[in-house]
């Protein structure tokens, strides 16, 4: 009778030893899931001067993007060109920090075909109590792939 019992608790550890190490496993994979499919990563400066007066910035720095100066109640806007060079499709995910983040209109998530080039439009919207000044921050973009 002690022996049945020892072999049932012998039985016992062994399957919780086996769940341990399962979910143990299945953890590890789901917290490097995301840099799994990650693709690429970039961050792009941007920048925008609140003023009395708007006007463009034909800078030719292409390593920022630059929306110029932009009076109260105008907007300003400037295009970026990405594409999906990938045989699947591809997920661009935009996330923007700084003080000029409540500022901006843009599709945070883009989802491309393959070969499919898109334009994407950041807007500013200023509105009549905003501060003059420089506003500024960094684009972070993130490429993934595609997983339904």
């Given amino acids: 009778m002690e022996n049945e019992n020892k072999k049932e608790i012998n039985w016992m550890l062994y399957v919780a030893g086996f769940i341990f190490l399962l979910s143990l496993v299945t953890?590890?994979?789901?917290?490097?899931?995301?840099?799994?499919?990650?693709?690429?990563?970039?961050?792009i400066p941007?920048?925008?001067?609140?003023s009395n007066y708007s006007a463009w910035n034909i800078s030719q720095n292409q390593s920022d993007l630059n929306l110029g100066t932009v009076n109260i109640g105008s907007a300003g806007v400037r295009a970026m060109n990405i594409s999906n060079d990938y045989e699947f499709k591809t997920v661009f995910e935009f996330e923007i920090k700084g003080n000029i983040t409540p500022l901006l209109i843009f599709d945070p998530v883009i989802i491309l075909e393959p070969m499919e080039d898109r334009e994407v439009i950041f807007r500013t919207k200023v509105i009549e109590n905003e501060e003059f000044g420089q506003y500024s921050g960094i684009i972070f973009i993130k490429v993934k792939k595609w997983i339904n």
């Fill in 27 to 43: 953890f590890i994979i789901a917290l490097n899931l995301g840099s799994i499919v990650s693709l690429q990563k970039q961050e």
């Fill in 46 to 50: 941007i920048t925008v001067i609140i």
